[in-house]
Nanobody, 128 residues
Framework: QVQLVESGGGLVQPGGSLRLSCAAS????????IGWFRQAPGKEREGVSC????????YYADSGKGRFTISRDNARNTVYLQMDSLEPGDTGVYSC?????????????????????WGQGTQVTVSS
């Protein structure tokens, strides 16, 4: 069973950048689809971006297109989310998740699969 640990969150001013990391242990991420999700106060959790370790295909929600970049480092068994031009609306708890049976990155980001493995989350606050 893979375990996921996020890091890299914090307080940043509008227009700033953060890079989140999702380090996996217990199993290689090969054959997984891995995604970043966020939950803002009072809102439901939403998929931000997902990447497939099978073919490196990616998916971005409209909220992050052009500002966020998801990537992975096989050697470090880690997935990253580079977030640029951050806005106050990006504030929330960011969690990474992994799934072996999702048919696509979009399916995981839409949470249309079962048995999603979650990390504990990291807080991102965008405020002046």
């Amino acid at each position: 069973q893979v375990q996921l640990v996020e890091s890299g969150g914090g307080l940043v001013q509008p227009g700033g950048s953060l890079r989140l990391s999702c380090a996996a242990s217990g199993s290689t991420l090969d054959y997984y689809i891995i995604g970043w999700f966020r939950q803002a106060p009072g809102k439901e959790r939403e998929g931000v971006s997902c990447i497939s370790a099978r073919d490196d295909s990616t998916y971005y929600a409209d909220s992050g297109k052009g500002r966020f970049t998801i990537s992975r480092d096989n050697a470090r068994n880690t997935v990253y989310l580079q977030m640029d031009s951050l806005e106050p609306g990006d504030t929330g708890v960011y969690s990474c998740a992994a799934n072996r049976v999702a048919e696509s990155t979009q399916a995981l980001c839409a949470m249309r699969v079962g048995d999603i493995l979650w990390g504990q989350g990291t807080q991102v606050t965008v405020s002046s």
